[in-house]
Each structure stands twice: as structure tokens, then as C-alpha cells.
């Protein structure tokens, strides 16, 4: 999926914007740039405000301003901004172990964006809206393995180093690595395909 293929009217939640913010401590103005430049954030006296993290903003504008910050400081940045994400997003209560936490993700992700101001996943009912693609996660259930396919409009080395970091958190020697082998979002393809062995 591509960034410019979501639907109107998407949020996600000021965590995610701020373990952004987190992860690029050492350029703090280029970030500031992107979201005064994208209307993510005013200025006041010609500094920009700060992120406030109980709110929400518009996806389209963040994932623009994303893709910017990557091209002017590097696209290992995103990296290091996903793997920052499991210490900030909301994830559902009682994950105790990696097969819970991969196979949490797709509701995660949906519990940490808005379409039209509701939450994209209610825990009450289980419903699912549509609007930002899929993390579709495959558990081996004879194998201490997963496969994540990734279907939505975030980038390629974001969602490496979130899997990464949502693996380690339950299982410190986690593998995760990209499967070359299968089409991958830097070249324009709709989905990157990830490998996580523990
Ligand atoms: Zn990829």
C-alpha cells in the first residue's frame, strides 16, 4: 500500500509522532521543520510547538512529513523511529509472550489510528475498519518462527526495526530480518515480507 493510496480522514495517535520526535534527539530541528512544514504543529514566536501525545493528527500529513525526514537524514533513520514505537504505542493488555505480541500487531496498529474520530479497532466488539492496510502475521505452530507481511502505507525499514523491537521485547535473541525474496515497498511494490525466528 502505498502512503498516498490512504483514505481521508485517518489519524494516528501523538505517540507515534512522539517516539519520532524520540528517536532524532540528535536533529531535533529537522523534525521540527517536517512539522511545521506538513501543518502537523504550530509555531509560536517562530518555534514550533511541542507534540502533544494524547492527541491526534492527520496520517497522510505524517506520512508525507515521514518520508521527507527520511530522504534528508537517511532511511536507516526509520529504522531506529520504529523500533521506538512498542516502548510508546498502545498495544492490547496481556501480551506475555512474543506469539501474542506478533500476532497482536494488526490490532495494535488499528488501535493506534482514528477514521472519522473512532478508534479503528474496538476491543469491545472486535470490530475492524478499514482504511490503512494490513499486518498479516503467520505463527508456525511447530516451529519457534513467524511471517509478517506487511501490507500498509508505512515504510519498509520502519516496520523492520518495530517487528524487531516488539520481538525482542519478549524474546531477546529474536531474528528478524527482511525477506529479500518477495516484493519490498522501496521499489515501489505494495508490501514487504519479514522473517522473525526466536
Ligand atoms: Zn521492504
Known amino acids: 500500500m502505498r502512503y ?13 509522532l512522539g517516539a519520532t520526535v524520540d528517536a532524532f534527539k540528535q536533529y531535533p530541528a529537522v523534525v ?5 512544514k506538513h501543518a502537523l504543529v504550530k509555531t509560536t514566536n517562530g518555534k514550533p ?3 502533544d501525545r494524547a492527541s491526534w493528527y492527520p496520517l497522510d500529513k505524517w506520512l ?12 536507516n533513520s526509520l529504522y531506529t523511529i520504529g523500533k ?9 493488555a496481556h501480551l506475555t509472550d512474543v506469539r501474542a505480541a506478533l500476532g ?21 466488539t472486535g470490530t475492524m475498519l478499514d482504511g490503512i492496510g494490513h499486518y498479516r502475521v503467520e505463527l508456525s505452530d511447530t516451529e ?3 511471517r509478517i507481511v506487511c ?22 535473541m529474536a531474528k528478524t530480518i527482511h525477506d529479500n525474496s518477495t516484493p519490498c515497498r522501496k521499489k515501489g511494490d505494495s508490501t514487504c515480507t519479514y522473517l522473525v525466528s526466536w
Open 104 to 124: 497482536s500487531l494488526d490490532i495494535a496498529y488499528h488501535l493506534n489510528h482514528r477514521k472519522n474520530g473512532t478508534l479503528m479497532f474496538d476491543p469491545g
Open 49 to 51: 510547538e511541542s507534540i
Open 64 to 75: 508525507a512529513a515521514y518520508h521527507e525526514i527520511a530522504r534528508e537524514v537517511g532511511i
Open 84 to 92: 521506538k514505537i512498542p516502548e510508546n504505542a498502545t498495544f492490547p
Open 144 to 146: 519457534r518462527k513467524a
Open 32 to 36: 521540527s521543520k517536517y512539522l511545521v
Open 151 to 172: 501490507e500498509e502505507p508505512y515504510p519498509c525499514e520502519f516496520d523492520r526495526g518495530l517487528i524487531t523491537a516488539l520481538a525482542n521485547r519478549f524474546e531477546p
Open 4 to 16: 498516498e493510496q490512504c483514505e481521508p480522514g485517518i489519524e494516528v495517535n501523538g505517540e507515534s
